[in-house]
C-alpha cells in the first residue's frame, strides 16, 4: 500500500545533480566560527543565501482546508480580530484564488521557503470538489506549490485506496475521468502517514517523513494524524489500518532522520487544541508560555523528543502560535492556521549551517489572513472556472428556500439551528413504517460541515434560495441512513457520552429531532450532566426497559464520535442518504412564497 509521491522521486534525481552544491554549502559549513559572513539572518530580503553560517528558511502552513476551493459562505468565512480596546473585527477571509495570492506573495524575497500543510486538505468538502472526489482540490494544491502534507483523518472518509489514488493519481474506480482525455495525475506533494500502518505488514501505508533540501539546507518532516482517527472515521474508511501513537511515532522517525544526518525537524501533527479566545491574534503565551491554549496538542508537544524544533498541527479548527517547552524545558513552537484557508502561517527558521540544527531562539512566527481584498490569482480562477462549469448542471438546482441564514458550523450553541433542522428531515423520512418507524433521531455535531446561508452565492440564484450545492455543503458525507432498535438504557447512555468518557474535556452534544428534550447543566461533571429525569420524547420519560426506534446515519451507529452506546443497536434498516432526506424535507417544507424560518433550537435546557 505504500506510495511515493512524483516529486519525491523527482526529487531523488534532483538532489543527485545538486551533490557538488551540497558538498560546498559542506565545505562551508566546516570553515571556523568567524570564517564566513554571516548573511543568513537577513529575514529573506534576497542577501546573503550563499555562504553565511546560518540562513533563514521560511515555513509557509496552513491545515484543515476541507477542499474550500470558492471562499467560504457566513460565518465559515470569517475569522476574529482583536483590537487593543478589545473590540472583536470579523474579517472575511478564504478562497484558494486568495490564498495562492497570499503565499506567492509571501514567499517573495524568501530565497529558502517551504510550504507545509496539517492534514485534512481533503474530505468533507463543498460540492466543488467533493463531487468529483478532490481531485480539484489536489490540483488546486499542485499550482500552490505545496512540498508536503501530513494526511489527517478526512484524508481516509474513502478509504486507503482512494487515499492512495489522491497521491498517486488515476482515474476514479468507478465514476472514471472527470475530465475528458485527461487522467487525474495525483499529488505532486508527498502525504505523509508515519503513523498509519498496514494491519497485516505493519509498514507505512504512505511515506512517514520527507526530507525539504536546498543549497545544502536540509529539513525533515514527519507527518502523523491523531491516533484516534479510527474513532471519528466510517470503519469502511480505516478498514486494514492501525493507527499508531502520536508521540512514539515521531520520536521513532526523529531518531531516523538523526541518523540520516538531519537535525531540523519538523512535525506535522493532525491533533489540535483550543485556545482561550477565537481570535486569531489571541496570545496563547500569556501569562506564560503555552498557558493561553488546552487539549491533545499540548500533551504531546510536551513529549515529543526535544530535537523537532517545531510542531504545525490542525484538526481542531483554531488559530494559535503558542510556544510550549519540550521535555528539556525549551520553548517550542506550536501552530495552527484555523481552517478553510482563511490563515496560513508565517515562520522564521534559522537554520545553522555548522550544526545543521535550528536556532530555537531565533525561530519567529505569526499567522495572516488570508483577505479578500488583493487580486485573485488567475490559475485558480481558471481552476474554479473549469470545475463549476462541469458541476453546474448539478449544483445550481434549488431545492428550497429559506427566510435567513441557518447556522450549523457557524452557531456557538450545544443546540444548532441547523442541527435541528437536520434531524427534523432524517426523522420525518425515517419514520413511516417501511422506512424504519423511526420515533426519533439524533445527529453529530461534526457532521454540520457548513451553514445555510440566506445571501445569494456566486452562482447568483437568489437571495433565499438553497441550491443542491449549498446543501451538499452542509453534509457532504453522503452517509447512509440506519433506523435500529435501542434500549431506553443505551438511548439515555449515549446522551450521557456527549459530556463523559472520551467526550469529558471535548464535550459533542448530540443534535436532536423534535419531540426529545432533556436539560444539561454544565455546572456539574461528567455524565451528571445530563440531568436524572428531564430526558422525555413527546412529554413521556425515556424508560431505560422500553425501546425505541432511533434514525442516525451509518457513522453514528457504529459508535463514532465517543458514543459506543449507539452501536448496540439492533434491527437495522439502511435508509436513504442523509443528503437526500435533508433536500427531500427542504423541498417538502418551503417554497419561495413560504421559506424555511430557522428553528427555535428550543429542545436541549442548558444551565451555566
Not at 529539513?219 to 489500518?241: C, D, H, Q, R, Y
Not at 532522520?257 to 500569556?286: F, T, W
Not at 534559522?350 to 531565533?362: E, G, L, M, N, P
Request: with cysteine; proline share 5%.
Amino acid at each position: 500500500m505504500s506510495a511515493t509521491p512524483k516529486k519525491n522521486r523527482a526529487g531523488r534525481r534532483i538532489l543527485a545533480v545538486g551533490a557538488g552544491l551540497a558538498t560546498v554549502g559542506a565545505l562551508v559549513a566546516a570553515l571556523p566560527a568567524g570564517a564566513a559572513q554571516d548573511k543568513g539572518q537577513d529575514k529573506g530580503q534576497g542577501q546573503g543565501y550563499g555562504w553565511g553560517r546560518t540562513v533563514d528558511v521560511q515555513l509557509l502552513s496552513f491545515n484543515d482546508l476541507h477542499g474550500n476551493l470558492e471562499p467560504p459562505a457566513g460565518s465559515s468565512g470569517q475569522v476574529s480580530h482583536t483590537h487593543e480596546d478589545g473590540r472583536v473585527e470579523k474579517i472575511d477571509a478564504g478562497g484558494v484564488e486568495y490564498l495562492a495570492t497570499h503565499l506567492r506573495q509571501a514567499r517573495q524575497g524568501n530565497h529558502y521557503s517551504v510550504t507545509a500543510a496539517a492534514g485534512d486538505m481533503i474530505g468533507g468538502s463543498p460540492l466543488l470538489s467533493g463531487l468529483f472526489h478532490d481531485e480539484p482540490t489536489i490540483d488546486a494544491l499542485n499550482k500552490l506549490k505545496l512540498d508536503v502534507s501530513s494526511v489527517g483523518n478526512h484524508e481516509f472518509d474513502e478509504g486507503a485506496k482512494e487515499l492512495a489514488r489522491m497521491q498517486n493519481g488515476g482515474c476514479h474506480p468507478t465514476a472514471g475521468c472527470f475530465v475528458e482525455g485527461k487522467t487525474f495525475e495525483g499529488a505532486d506533494f508527498p502525504y505523509l502517514a508515519a503513523n498509519v500502518t498496514d494491519e497485516k505488514t505493519g509498514k507505512p501505508m504512505l511515506d512517514p517523513y520527507f526530507v525539504w533540501e536546498k543549497d545544502g539546507v536540509r529539513i525533515g518532516f514527519i507527518g502523523v494524524t491523531l491516533e484516534g482517527t479510527p474513532g471519528i472515521v466510517t470503519a469502511e474508511g480505516v478498514k486494514g489500518l492501525k493507527f499508531g501513537d502520536e508521540v512514539e511515532t515521531i520520536d521513532k522517525y526523529t531518531k531516523i532522520l538523526e541518523r540520516k544526518g538531519v537535525k531540523s525537524i519538523v512535525a506535522l501533527v493532525h491533533e489540535g487544541g483550543a485556545p482561550a479566545s477565537s481570535s486569531y491574534n489571541y496570545d496563547c503565551d500569556s501569562p506564560g508560555p503555552g498557558d493561553g491554549i488546552s487539549g491533545p496538542i499540548t500533551e504531546i508537544a510536551k513529549k515529543v523528543n526535544p530535537q523537532v524544533d517545531a510542531l504545525v498541527t490542525g484538526h481542531t479548527h483554531q488559530a494559535y502560535v503558542c510556544t510550549v517547552p519540550d521535555p528539556a524545558g525549551k520553548p517550542r513552537l506550536v501552530t495552527s492556521a484555523s481552517s478553510f484557508g482563511k490563515l496560513y502561517t508565517d515562520t522564521t527558521l534559522t537554520y545553522d549551517r555548522r550544526t545543521k540544527d535550528i536556532v530555537r531562539a531565533s525561530v519567529d512566527s505569526a499567522n495572516h489572513v488570508v483577505t479578500r481584498d488583493v487580486p485573485k490569482a488567475q490559475d485558480m480562477t481558471d481552476l474554479i472556472r473549469d470545475w463549476n462549469t462541469l458541476a453546474a448542471p448539478i449544483a445550481n438546482r434549488p431545492q428550497g428556500f429559506i427566510s435567513a441564514d441557518i447556522n450549523g458550523r457557524g452557531s456557538t450553541a450545544y443546540e444548532k439551528p441547523l442541527g435541528d433542522l437536520i434531524a427534523d428531515a432524517q426523522l420525518e423520512g425515517l419514520a413511516p413504517a417501511d422506512k424504519g418507524g423511526a420515533q426519533l433521531a439524533l445527529m453529530n455535531p461534526g457532521g454540520i460541515r457548513s451553514d445555510l446561508v440566506w445571501a445569494e452565492s456566486a452562482a447568483k440564484e437568489g437571495n433565499g434560495v438553497v441550491t443542491y450545492g449549498e446543501a451538499f455543503t452542509v453534509q457532504p458525507f453522503t452517509n447512509m441512513m440506519h433506523v435500529v432498535d435501542l434500549s431506553g438504557e443505551n438511548l439515555l447512555a449515549a446522551l450521557k457520552q456527549q459530556v463523559s468518557g472520551s467526550n469529558a474535556a471535548s464535550v459533542k452534544i448530540l443534535q436532536v429531532s423534535k419531540g426529545l428534550t432533556y436539560t444539561l447543566d454544565m455546572t456539574k461533571t461528567g455524565a451528571d450532566r445530563v440531568v436524572d429525569g428531564t430526558v422525555k420524547l413527546n412529554g413521556e420519560p425515556i424508560d431505560p426497559a422500553k425501546t425505541y426506534r432511533v434514525a442516525m446515519n451509518e457513522f453514528l451507529a457504529g459508535g463514532g464520535d465517543g458514543f459506543p452506546a449507539l452501536a448496540k443497536g439492533t434491527n437495522k434498516l439502511v435508509g436513504a442518504s442523509d443528503l437526500d432526506l435533508f433536500n427531500a424535507y427542504l423541498g417538502a417544507h418551503s417554497s419561495a412564497a413560504s421559506p424555511l424560518a430557522p428553528p427555535a433550537a428550543d429542545r436541549i435546557t442548558v444551565v451555566g
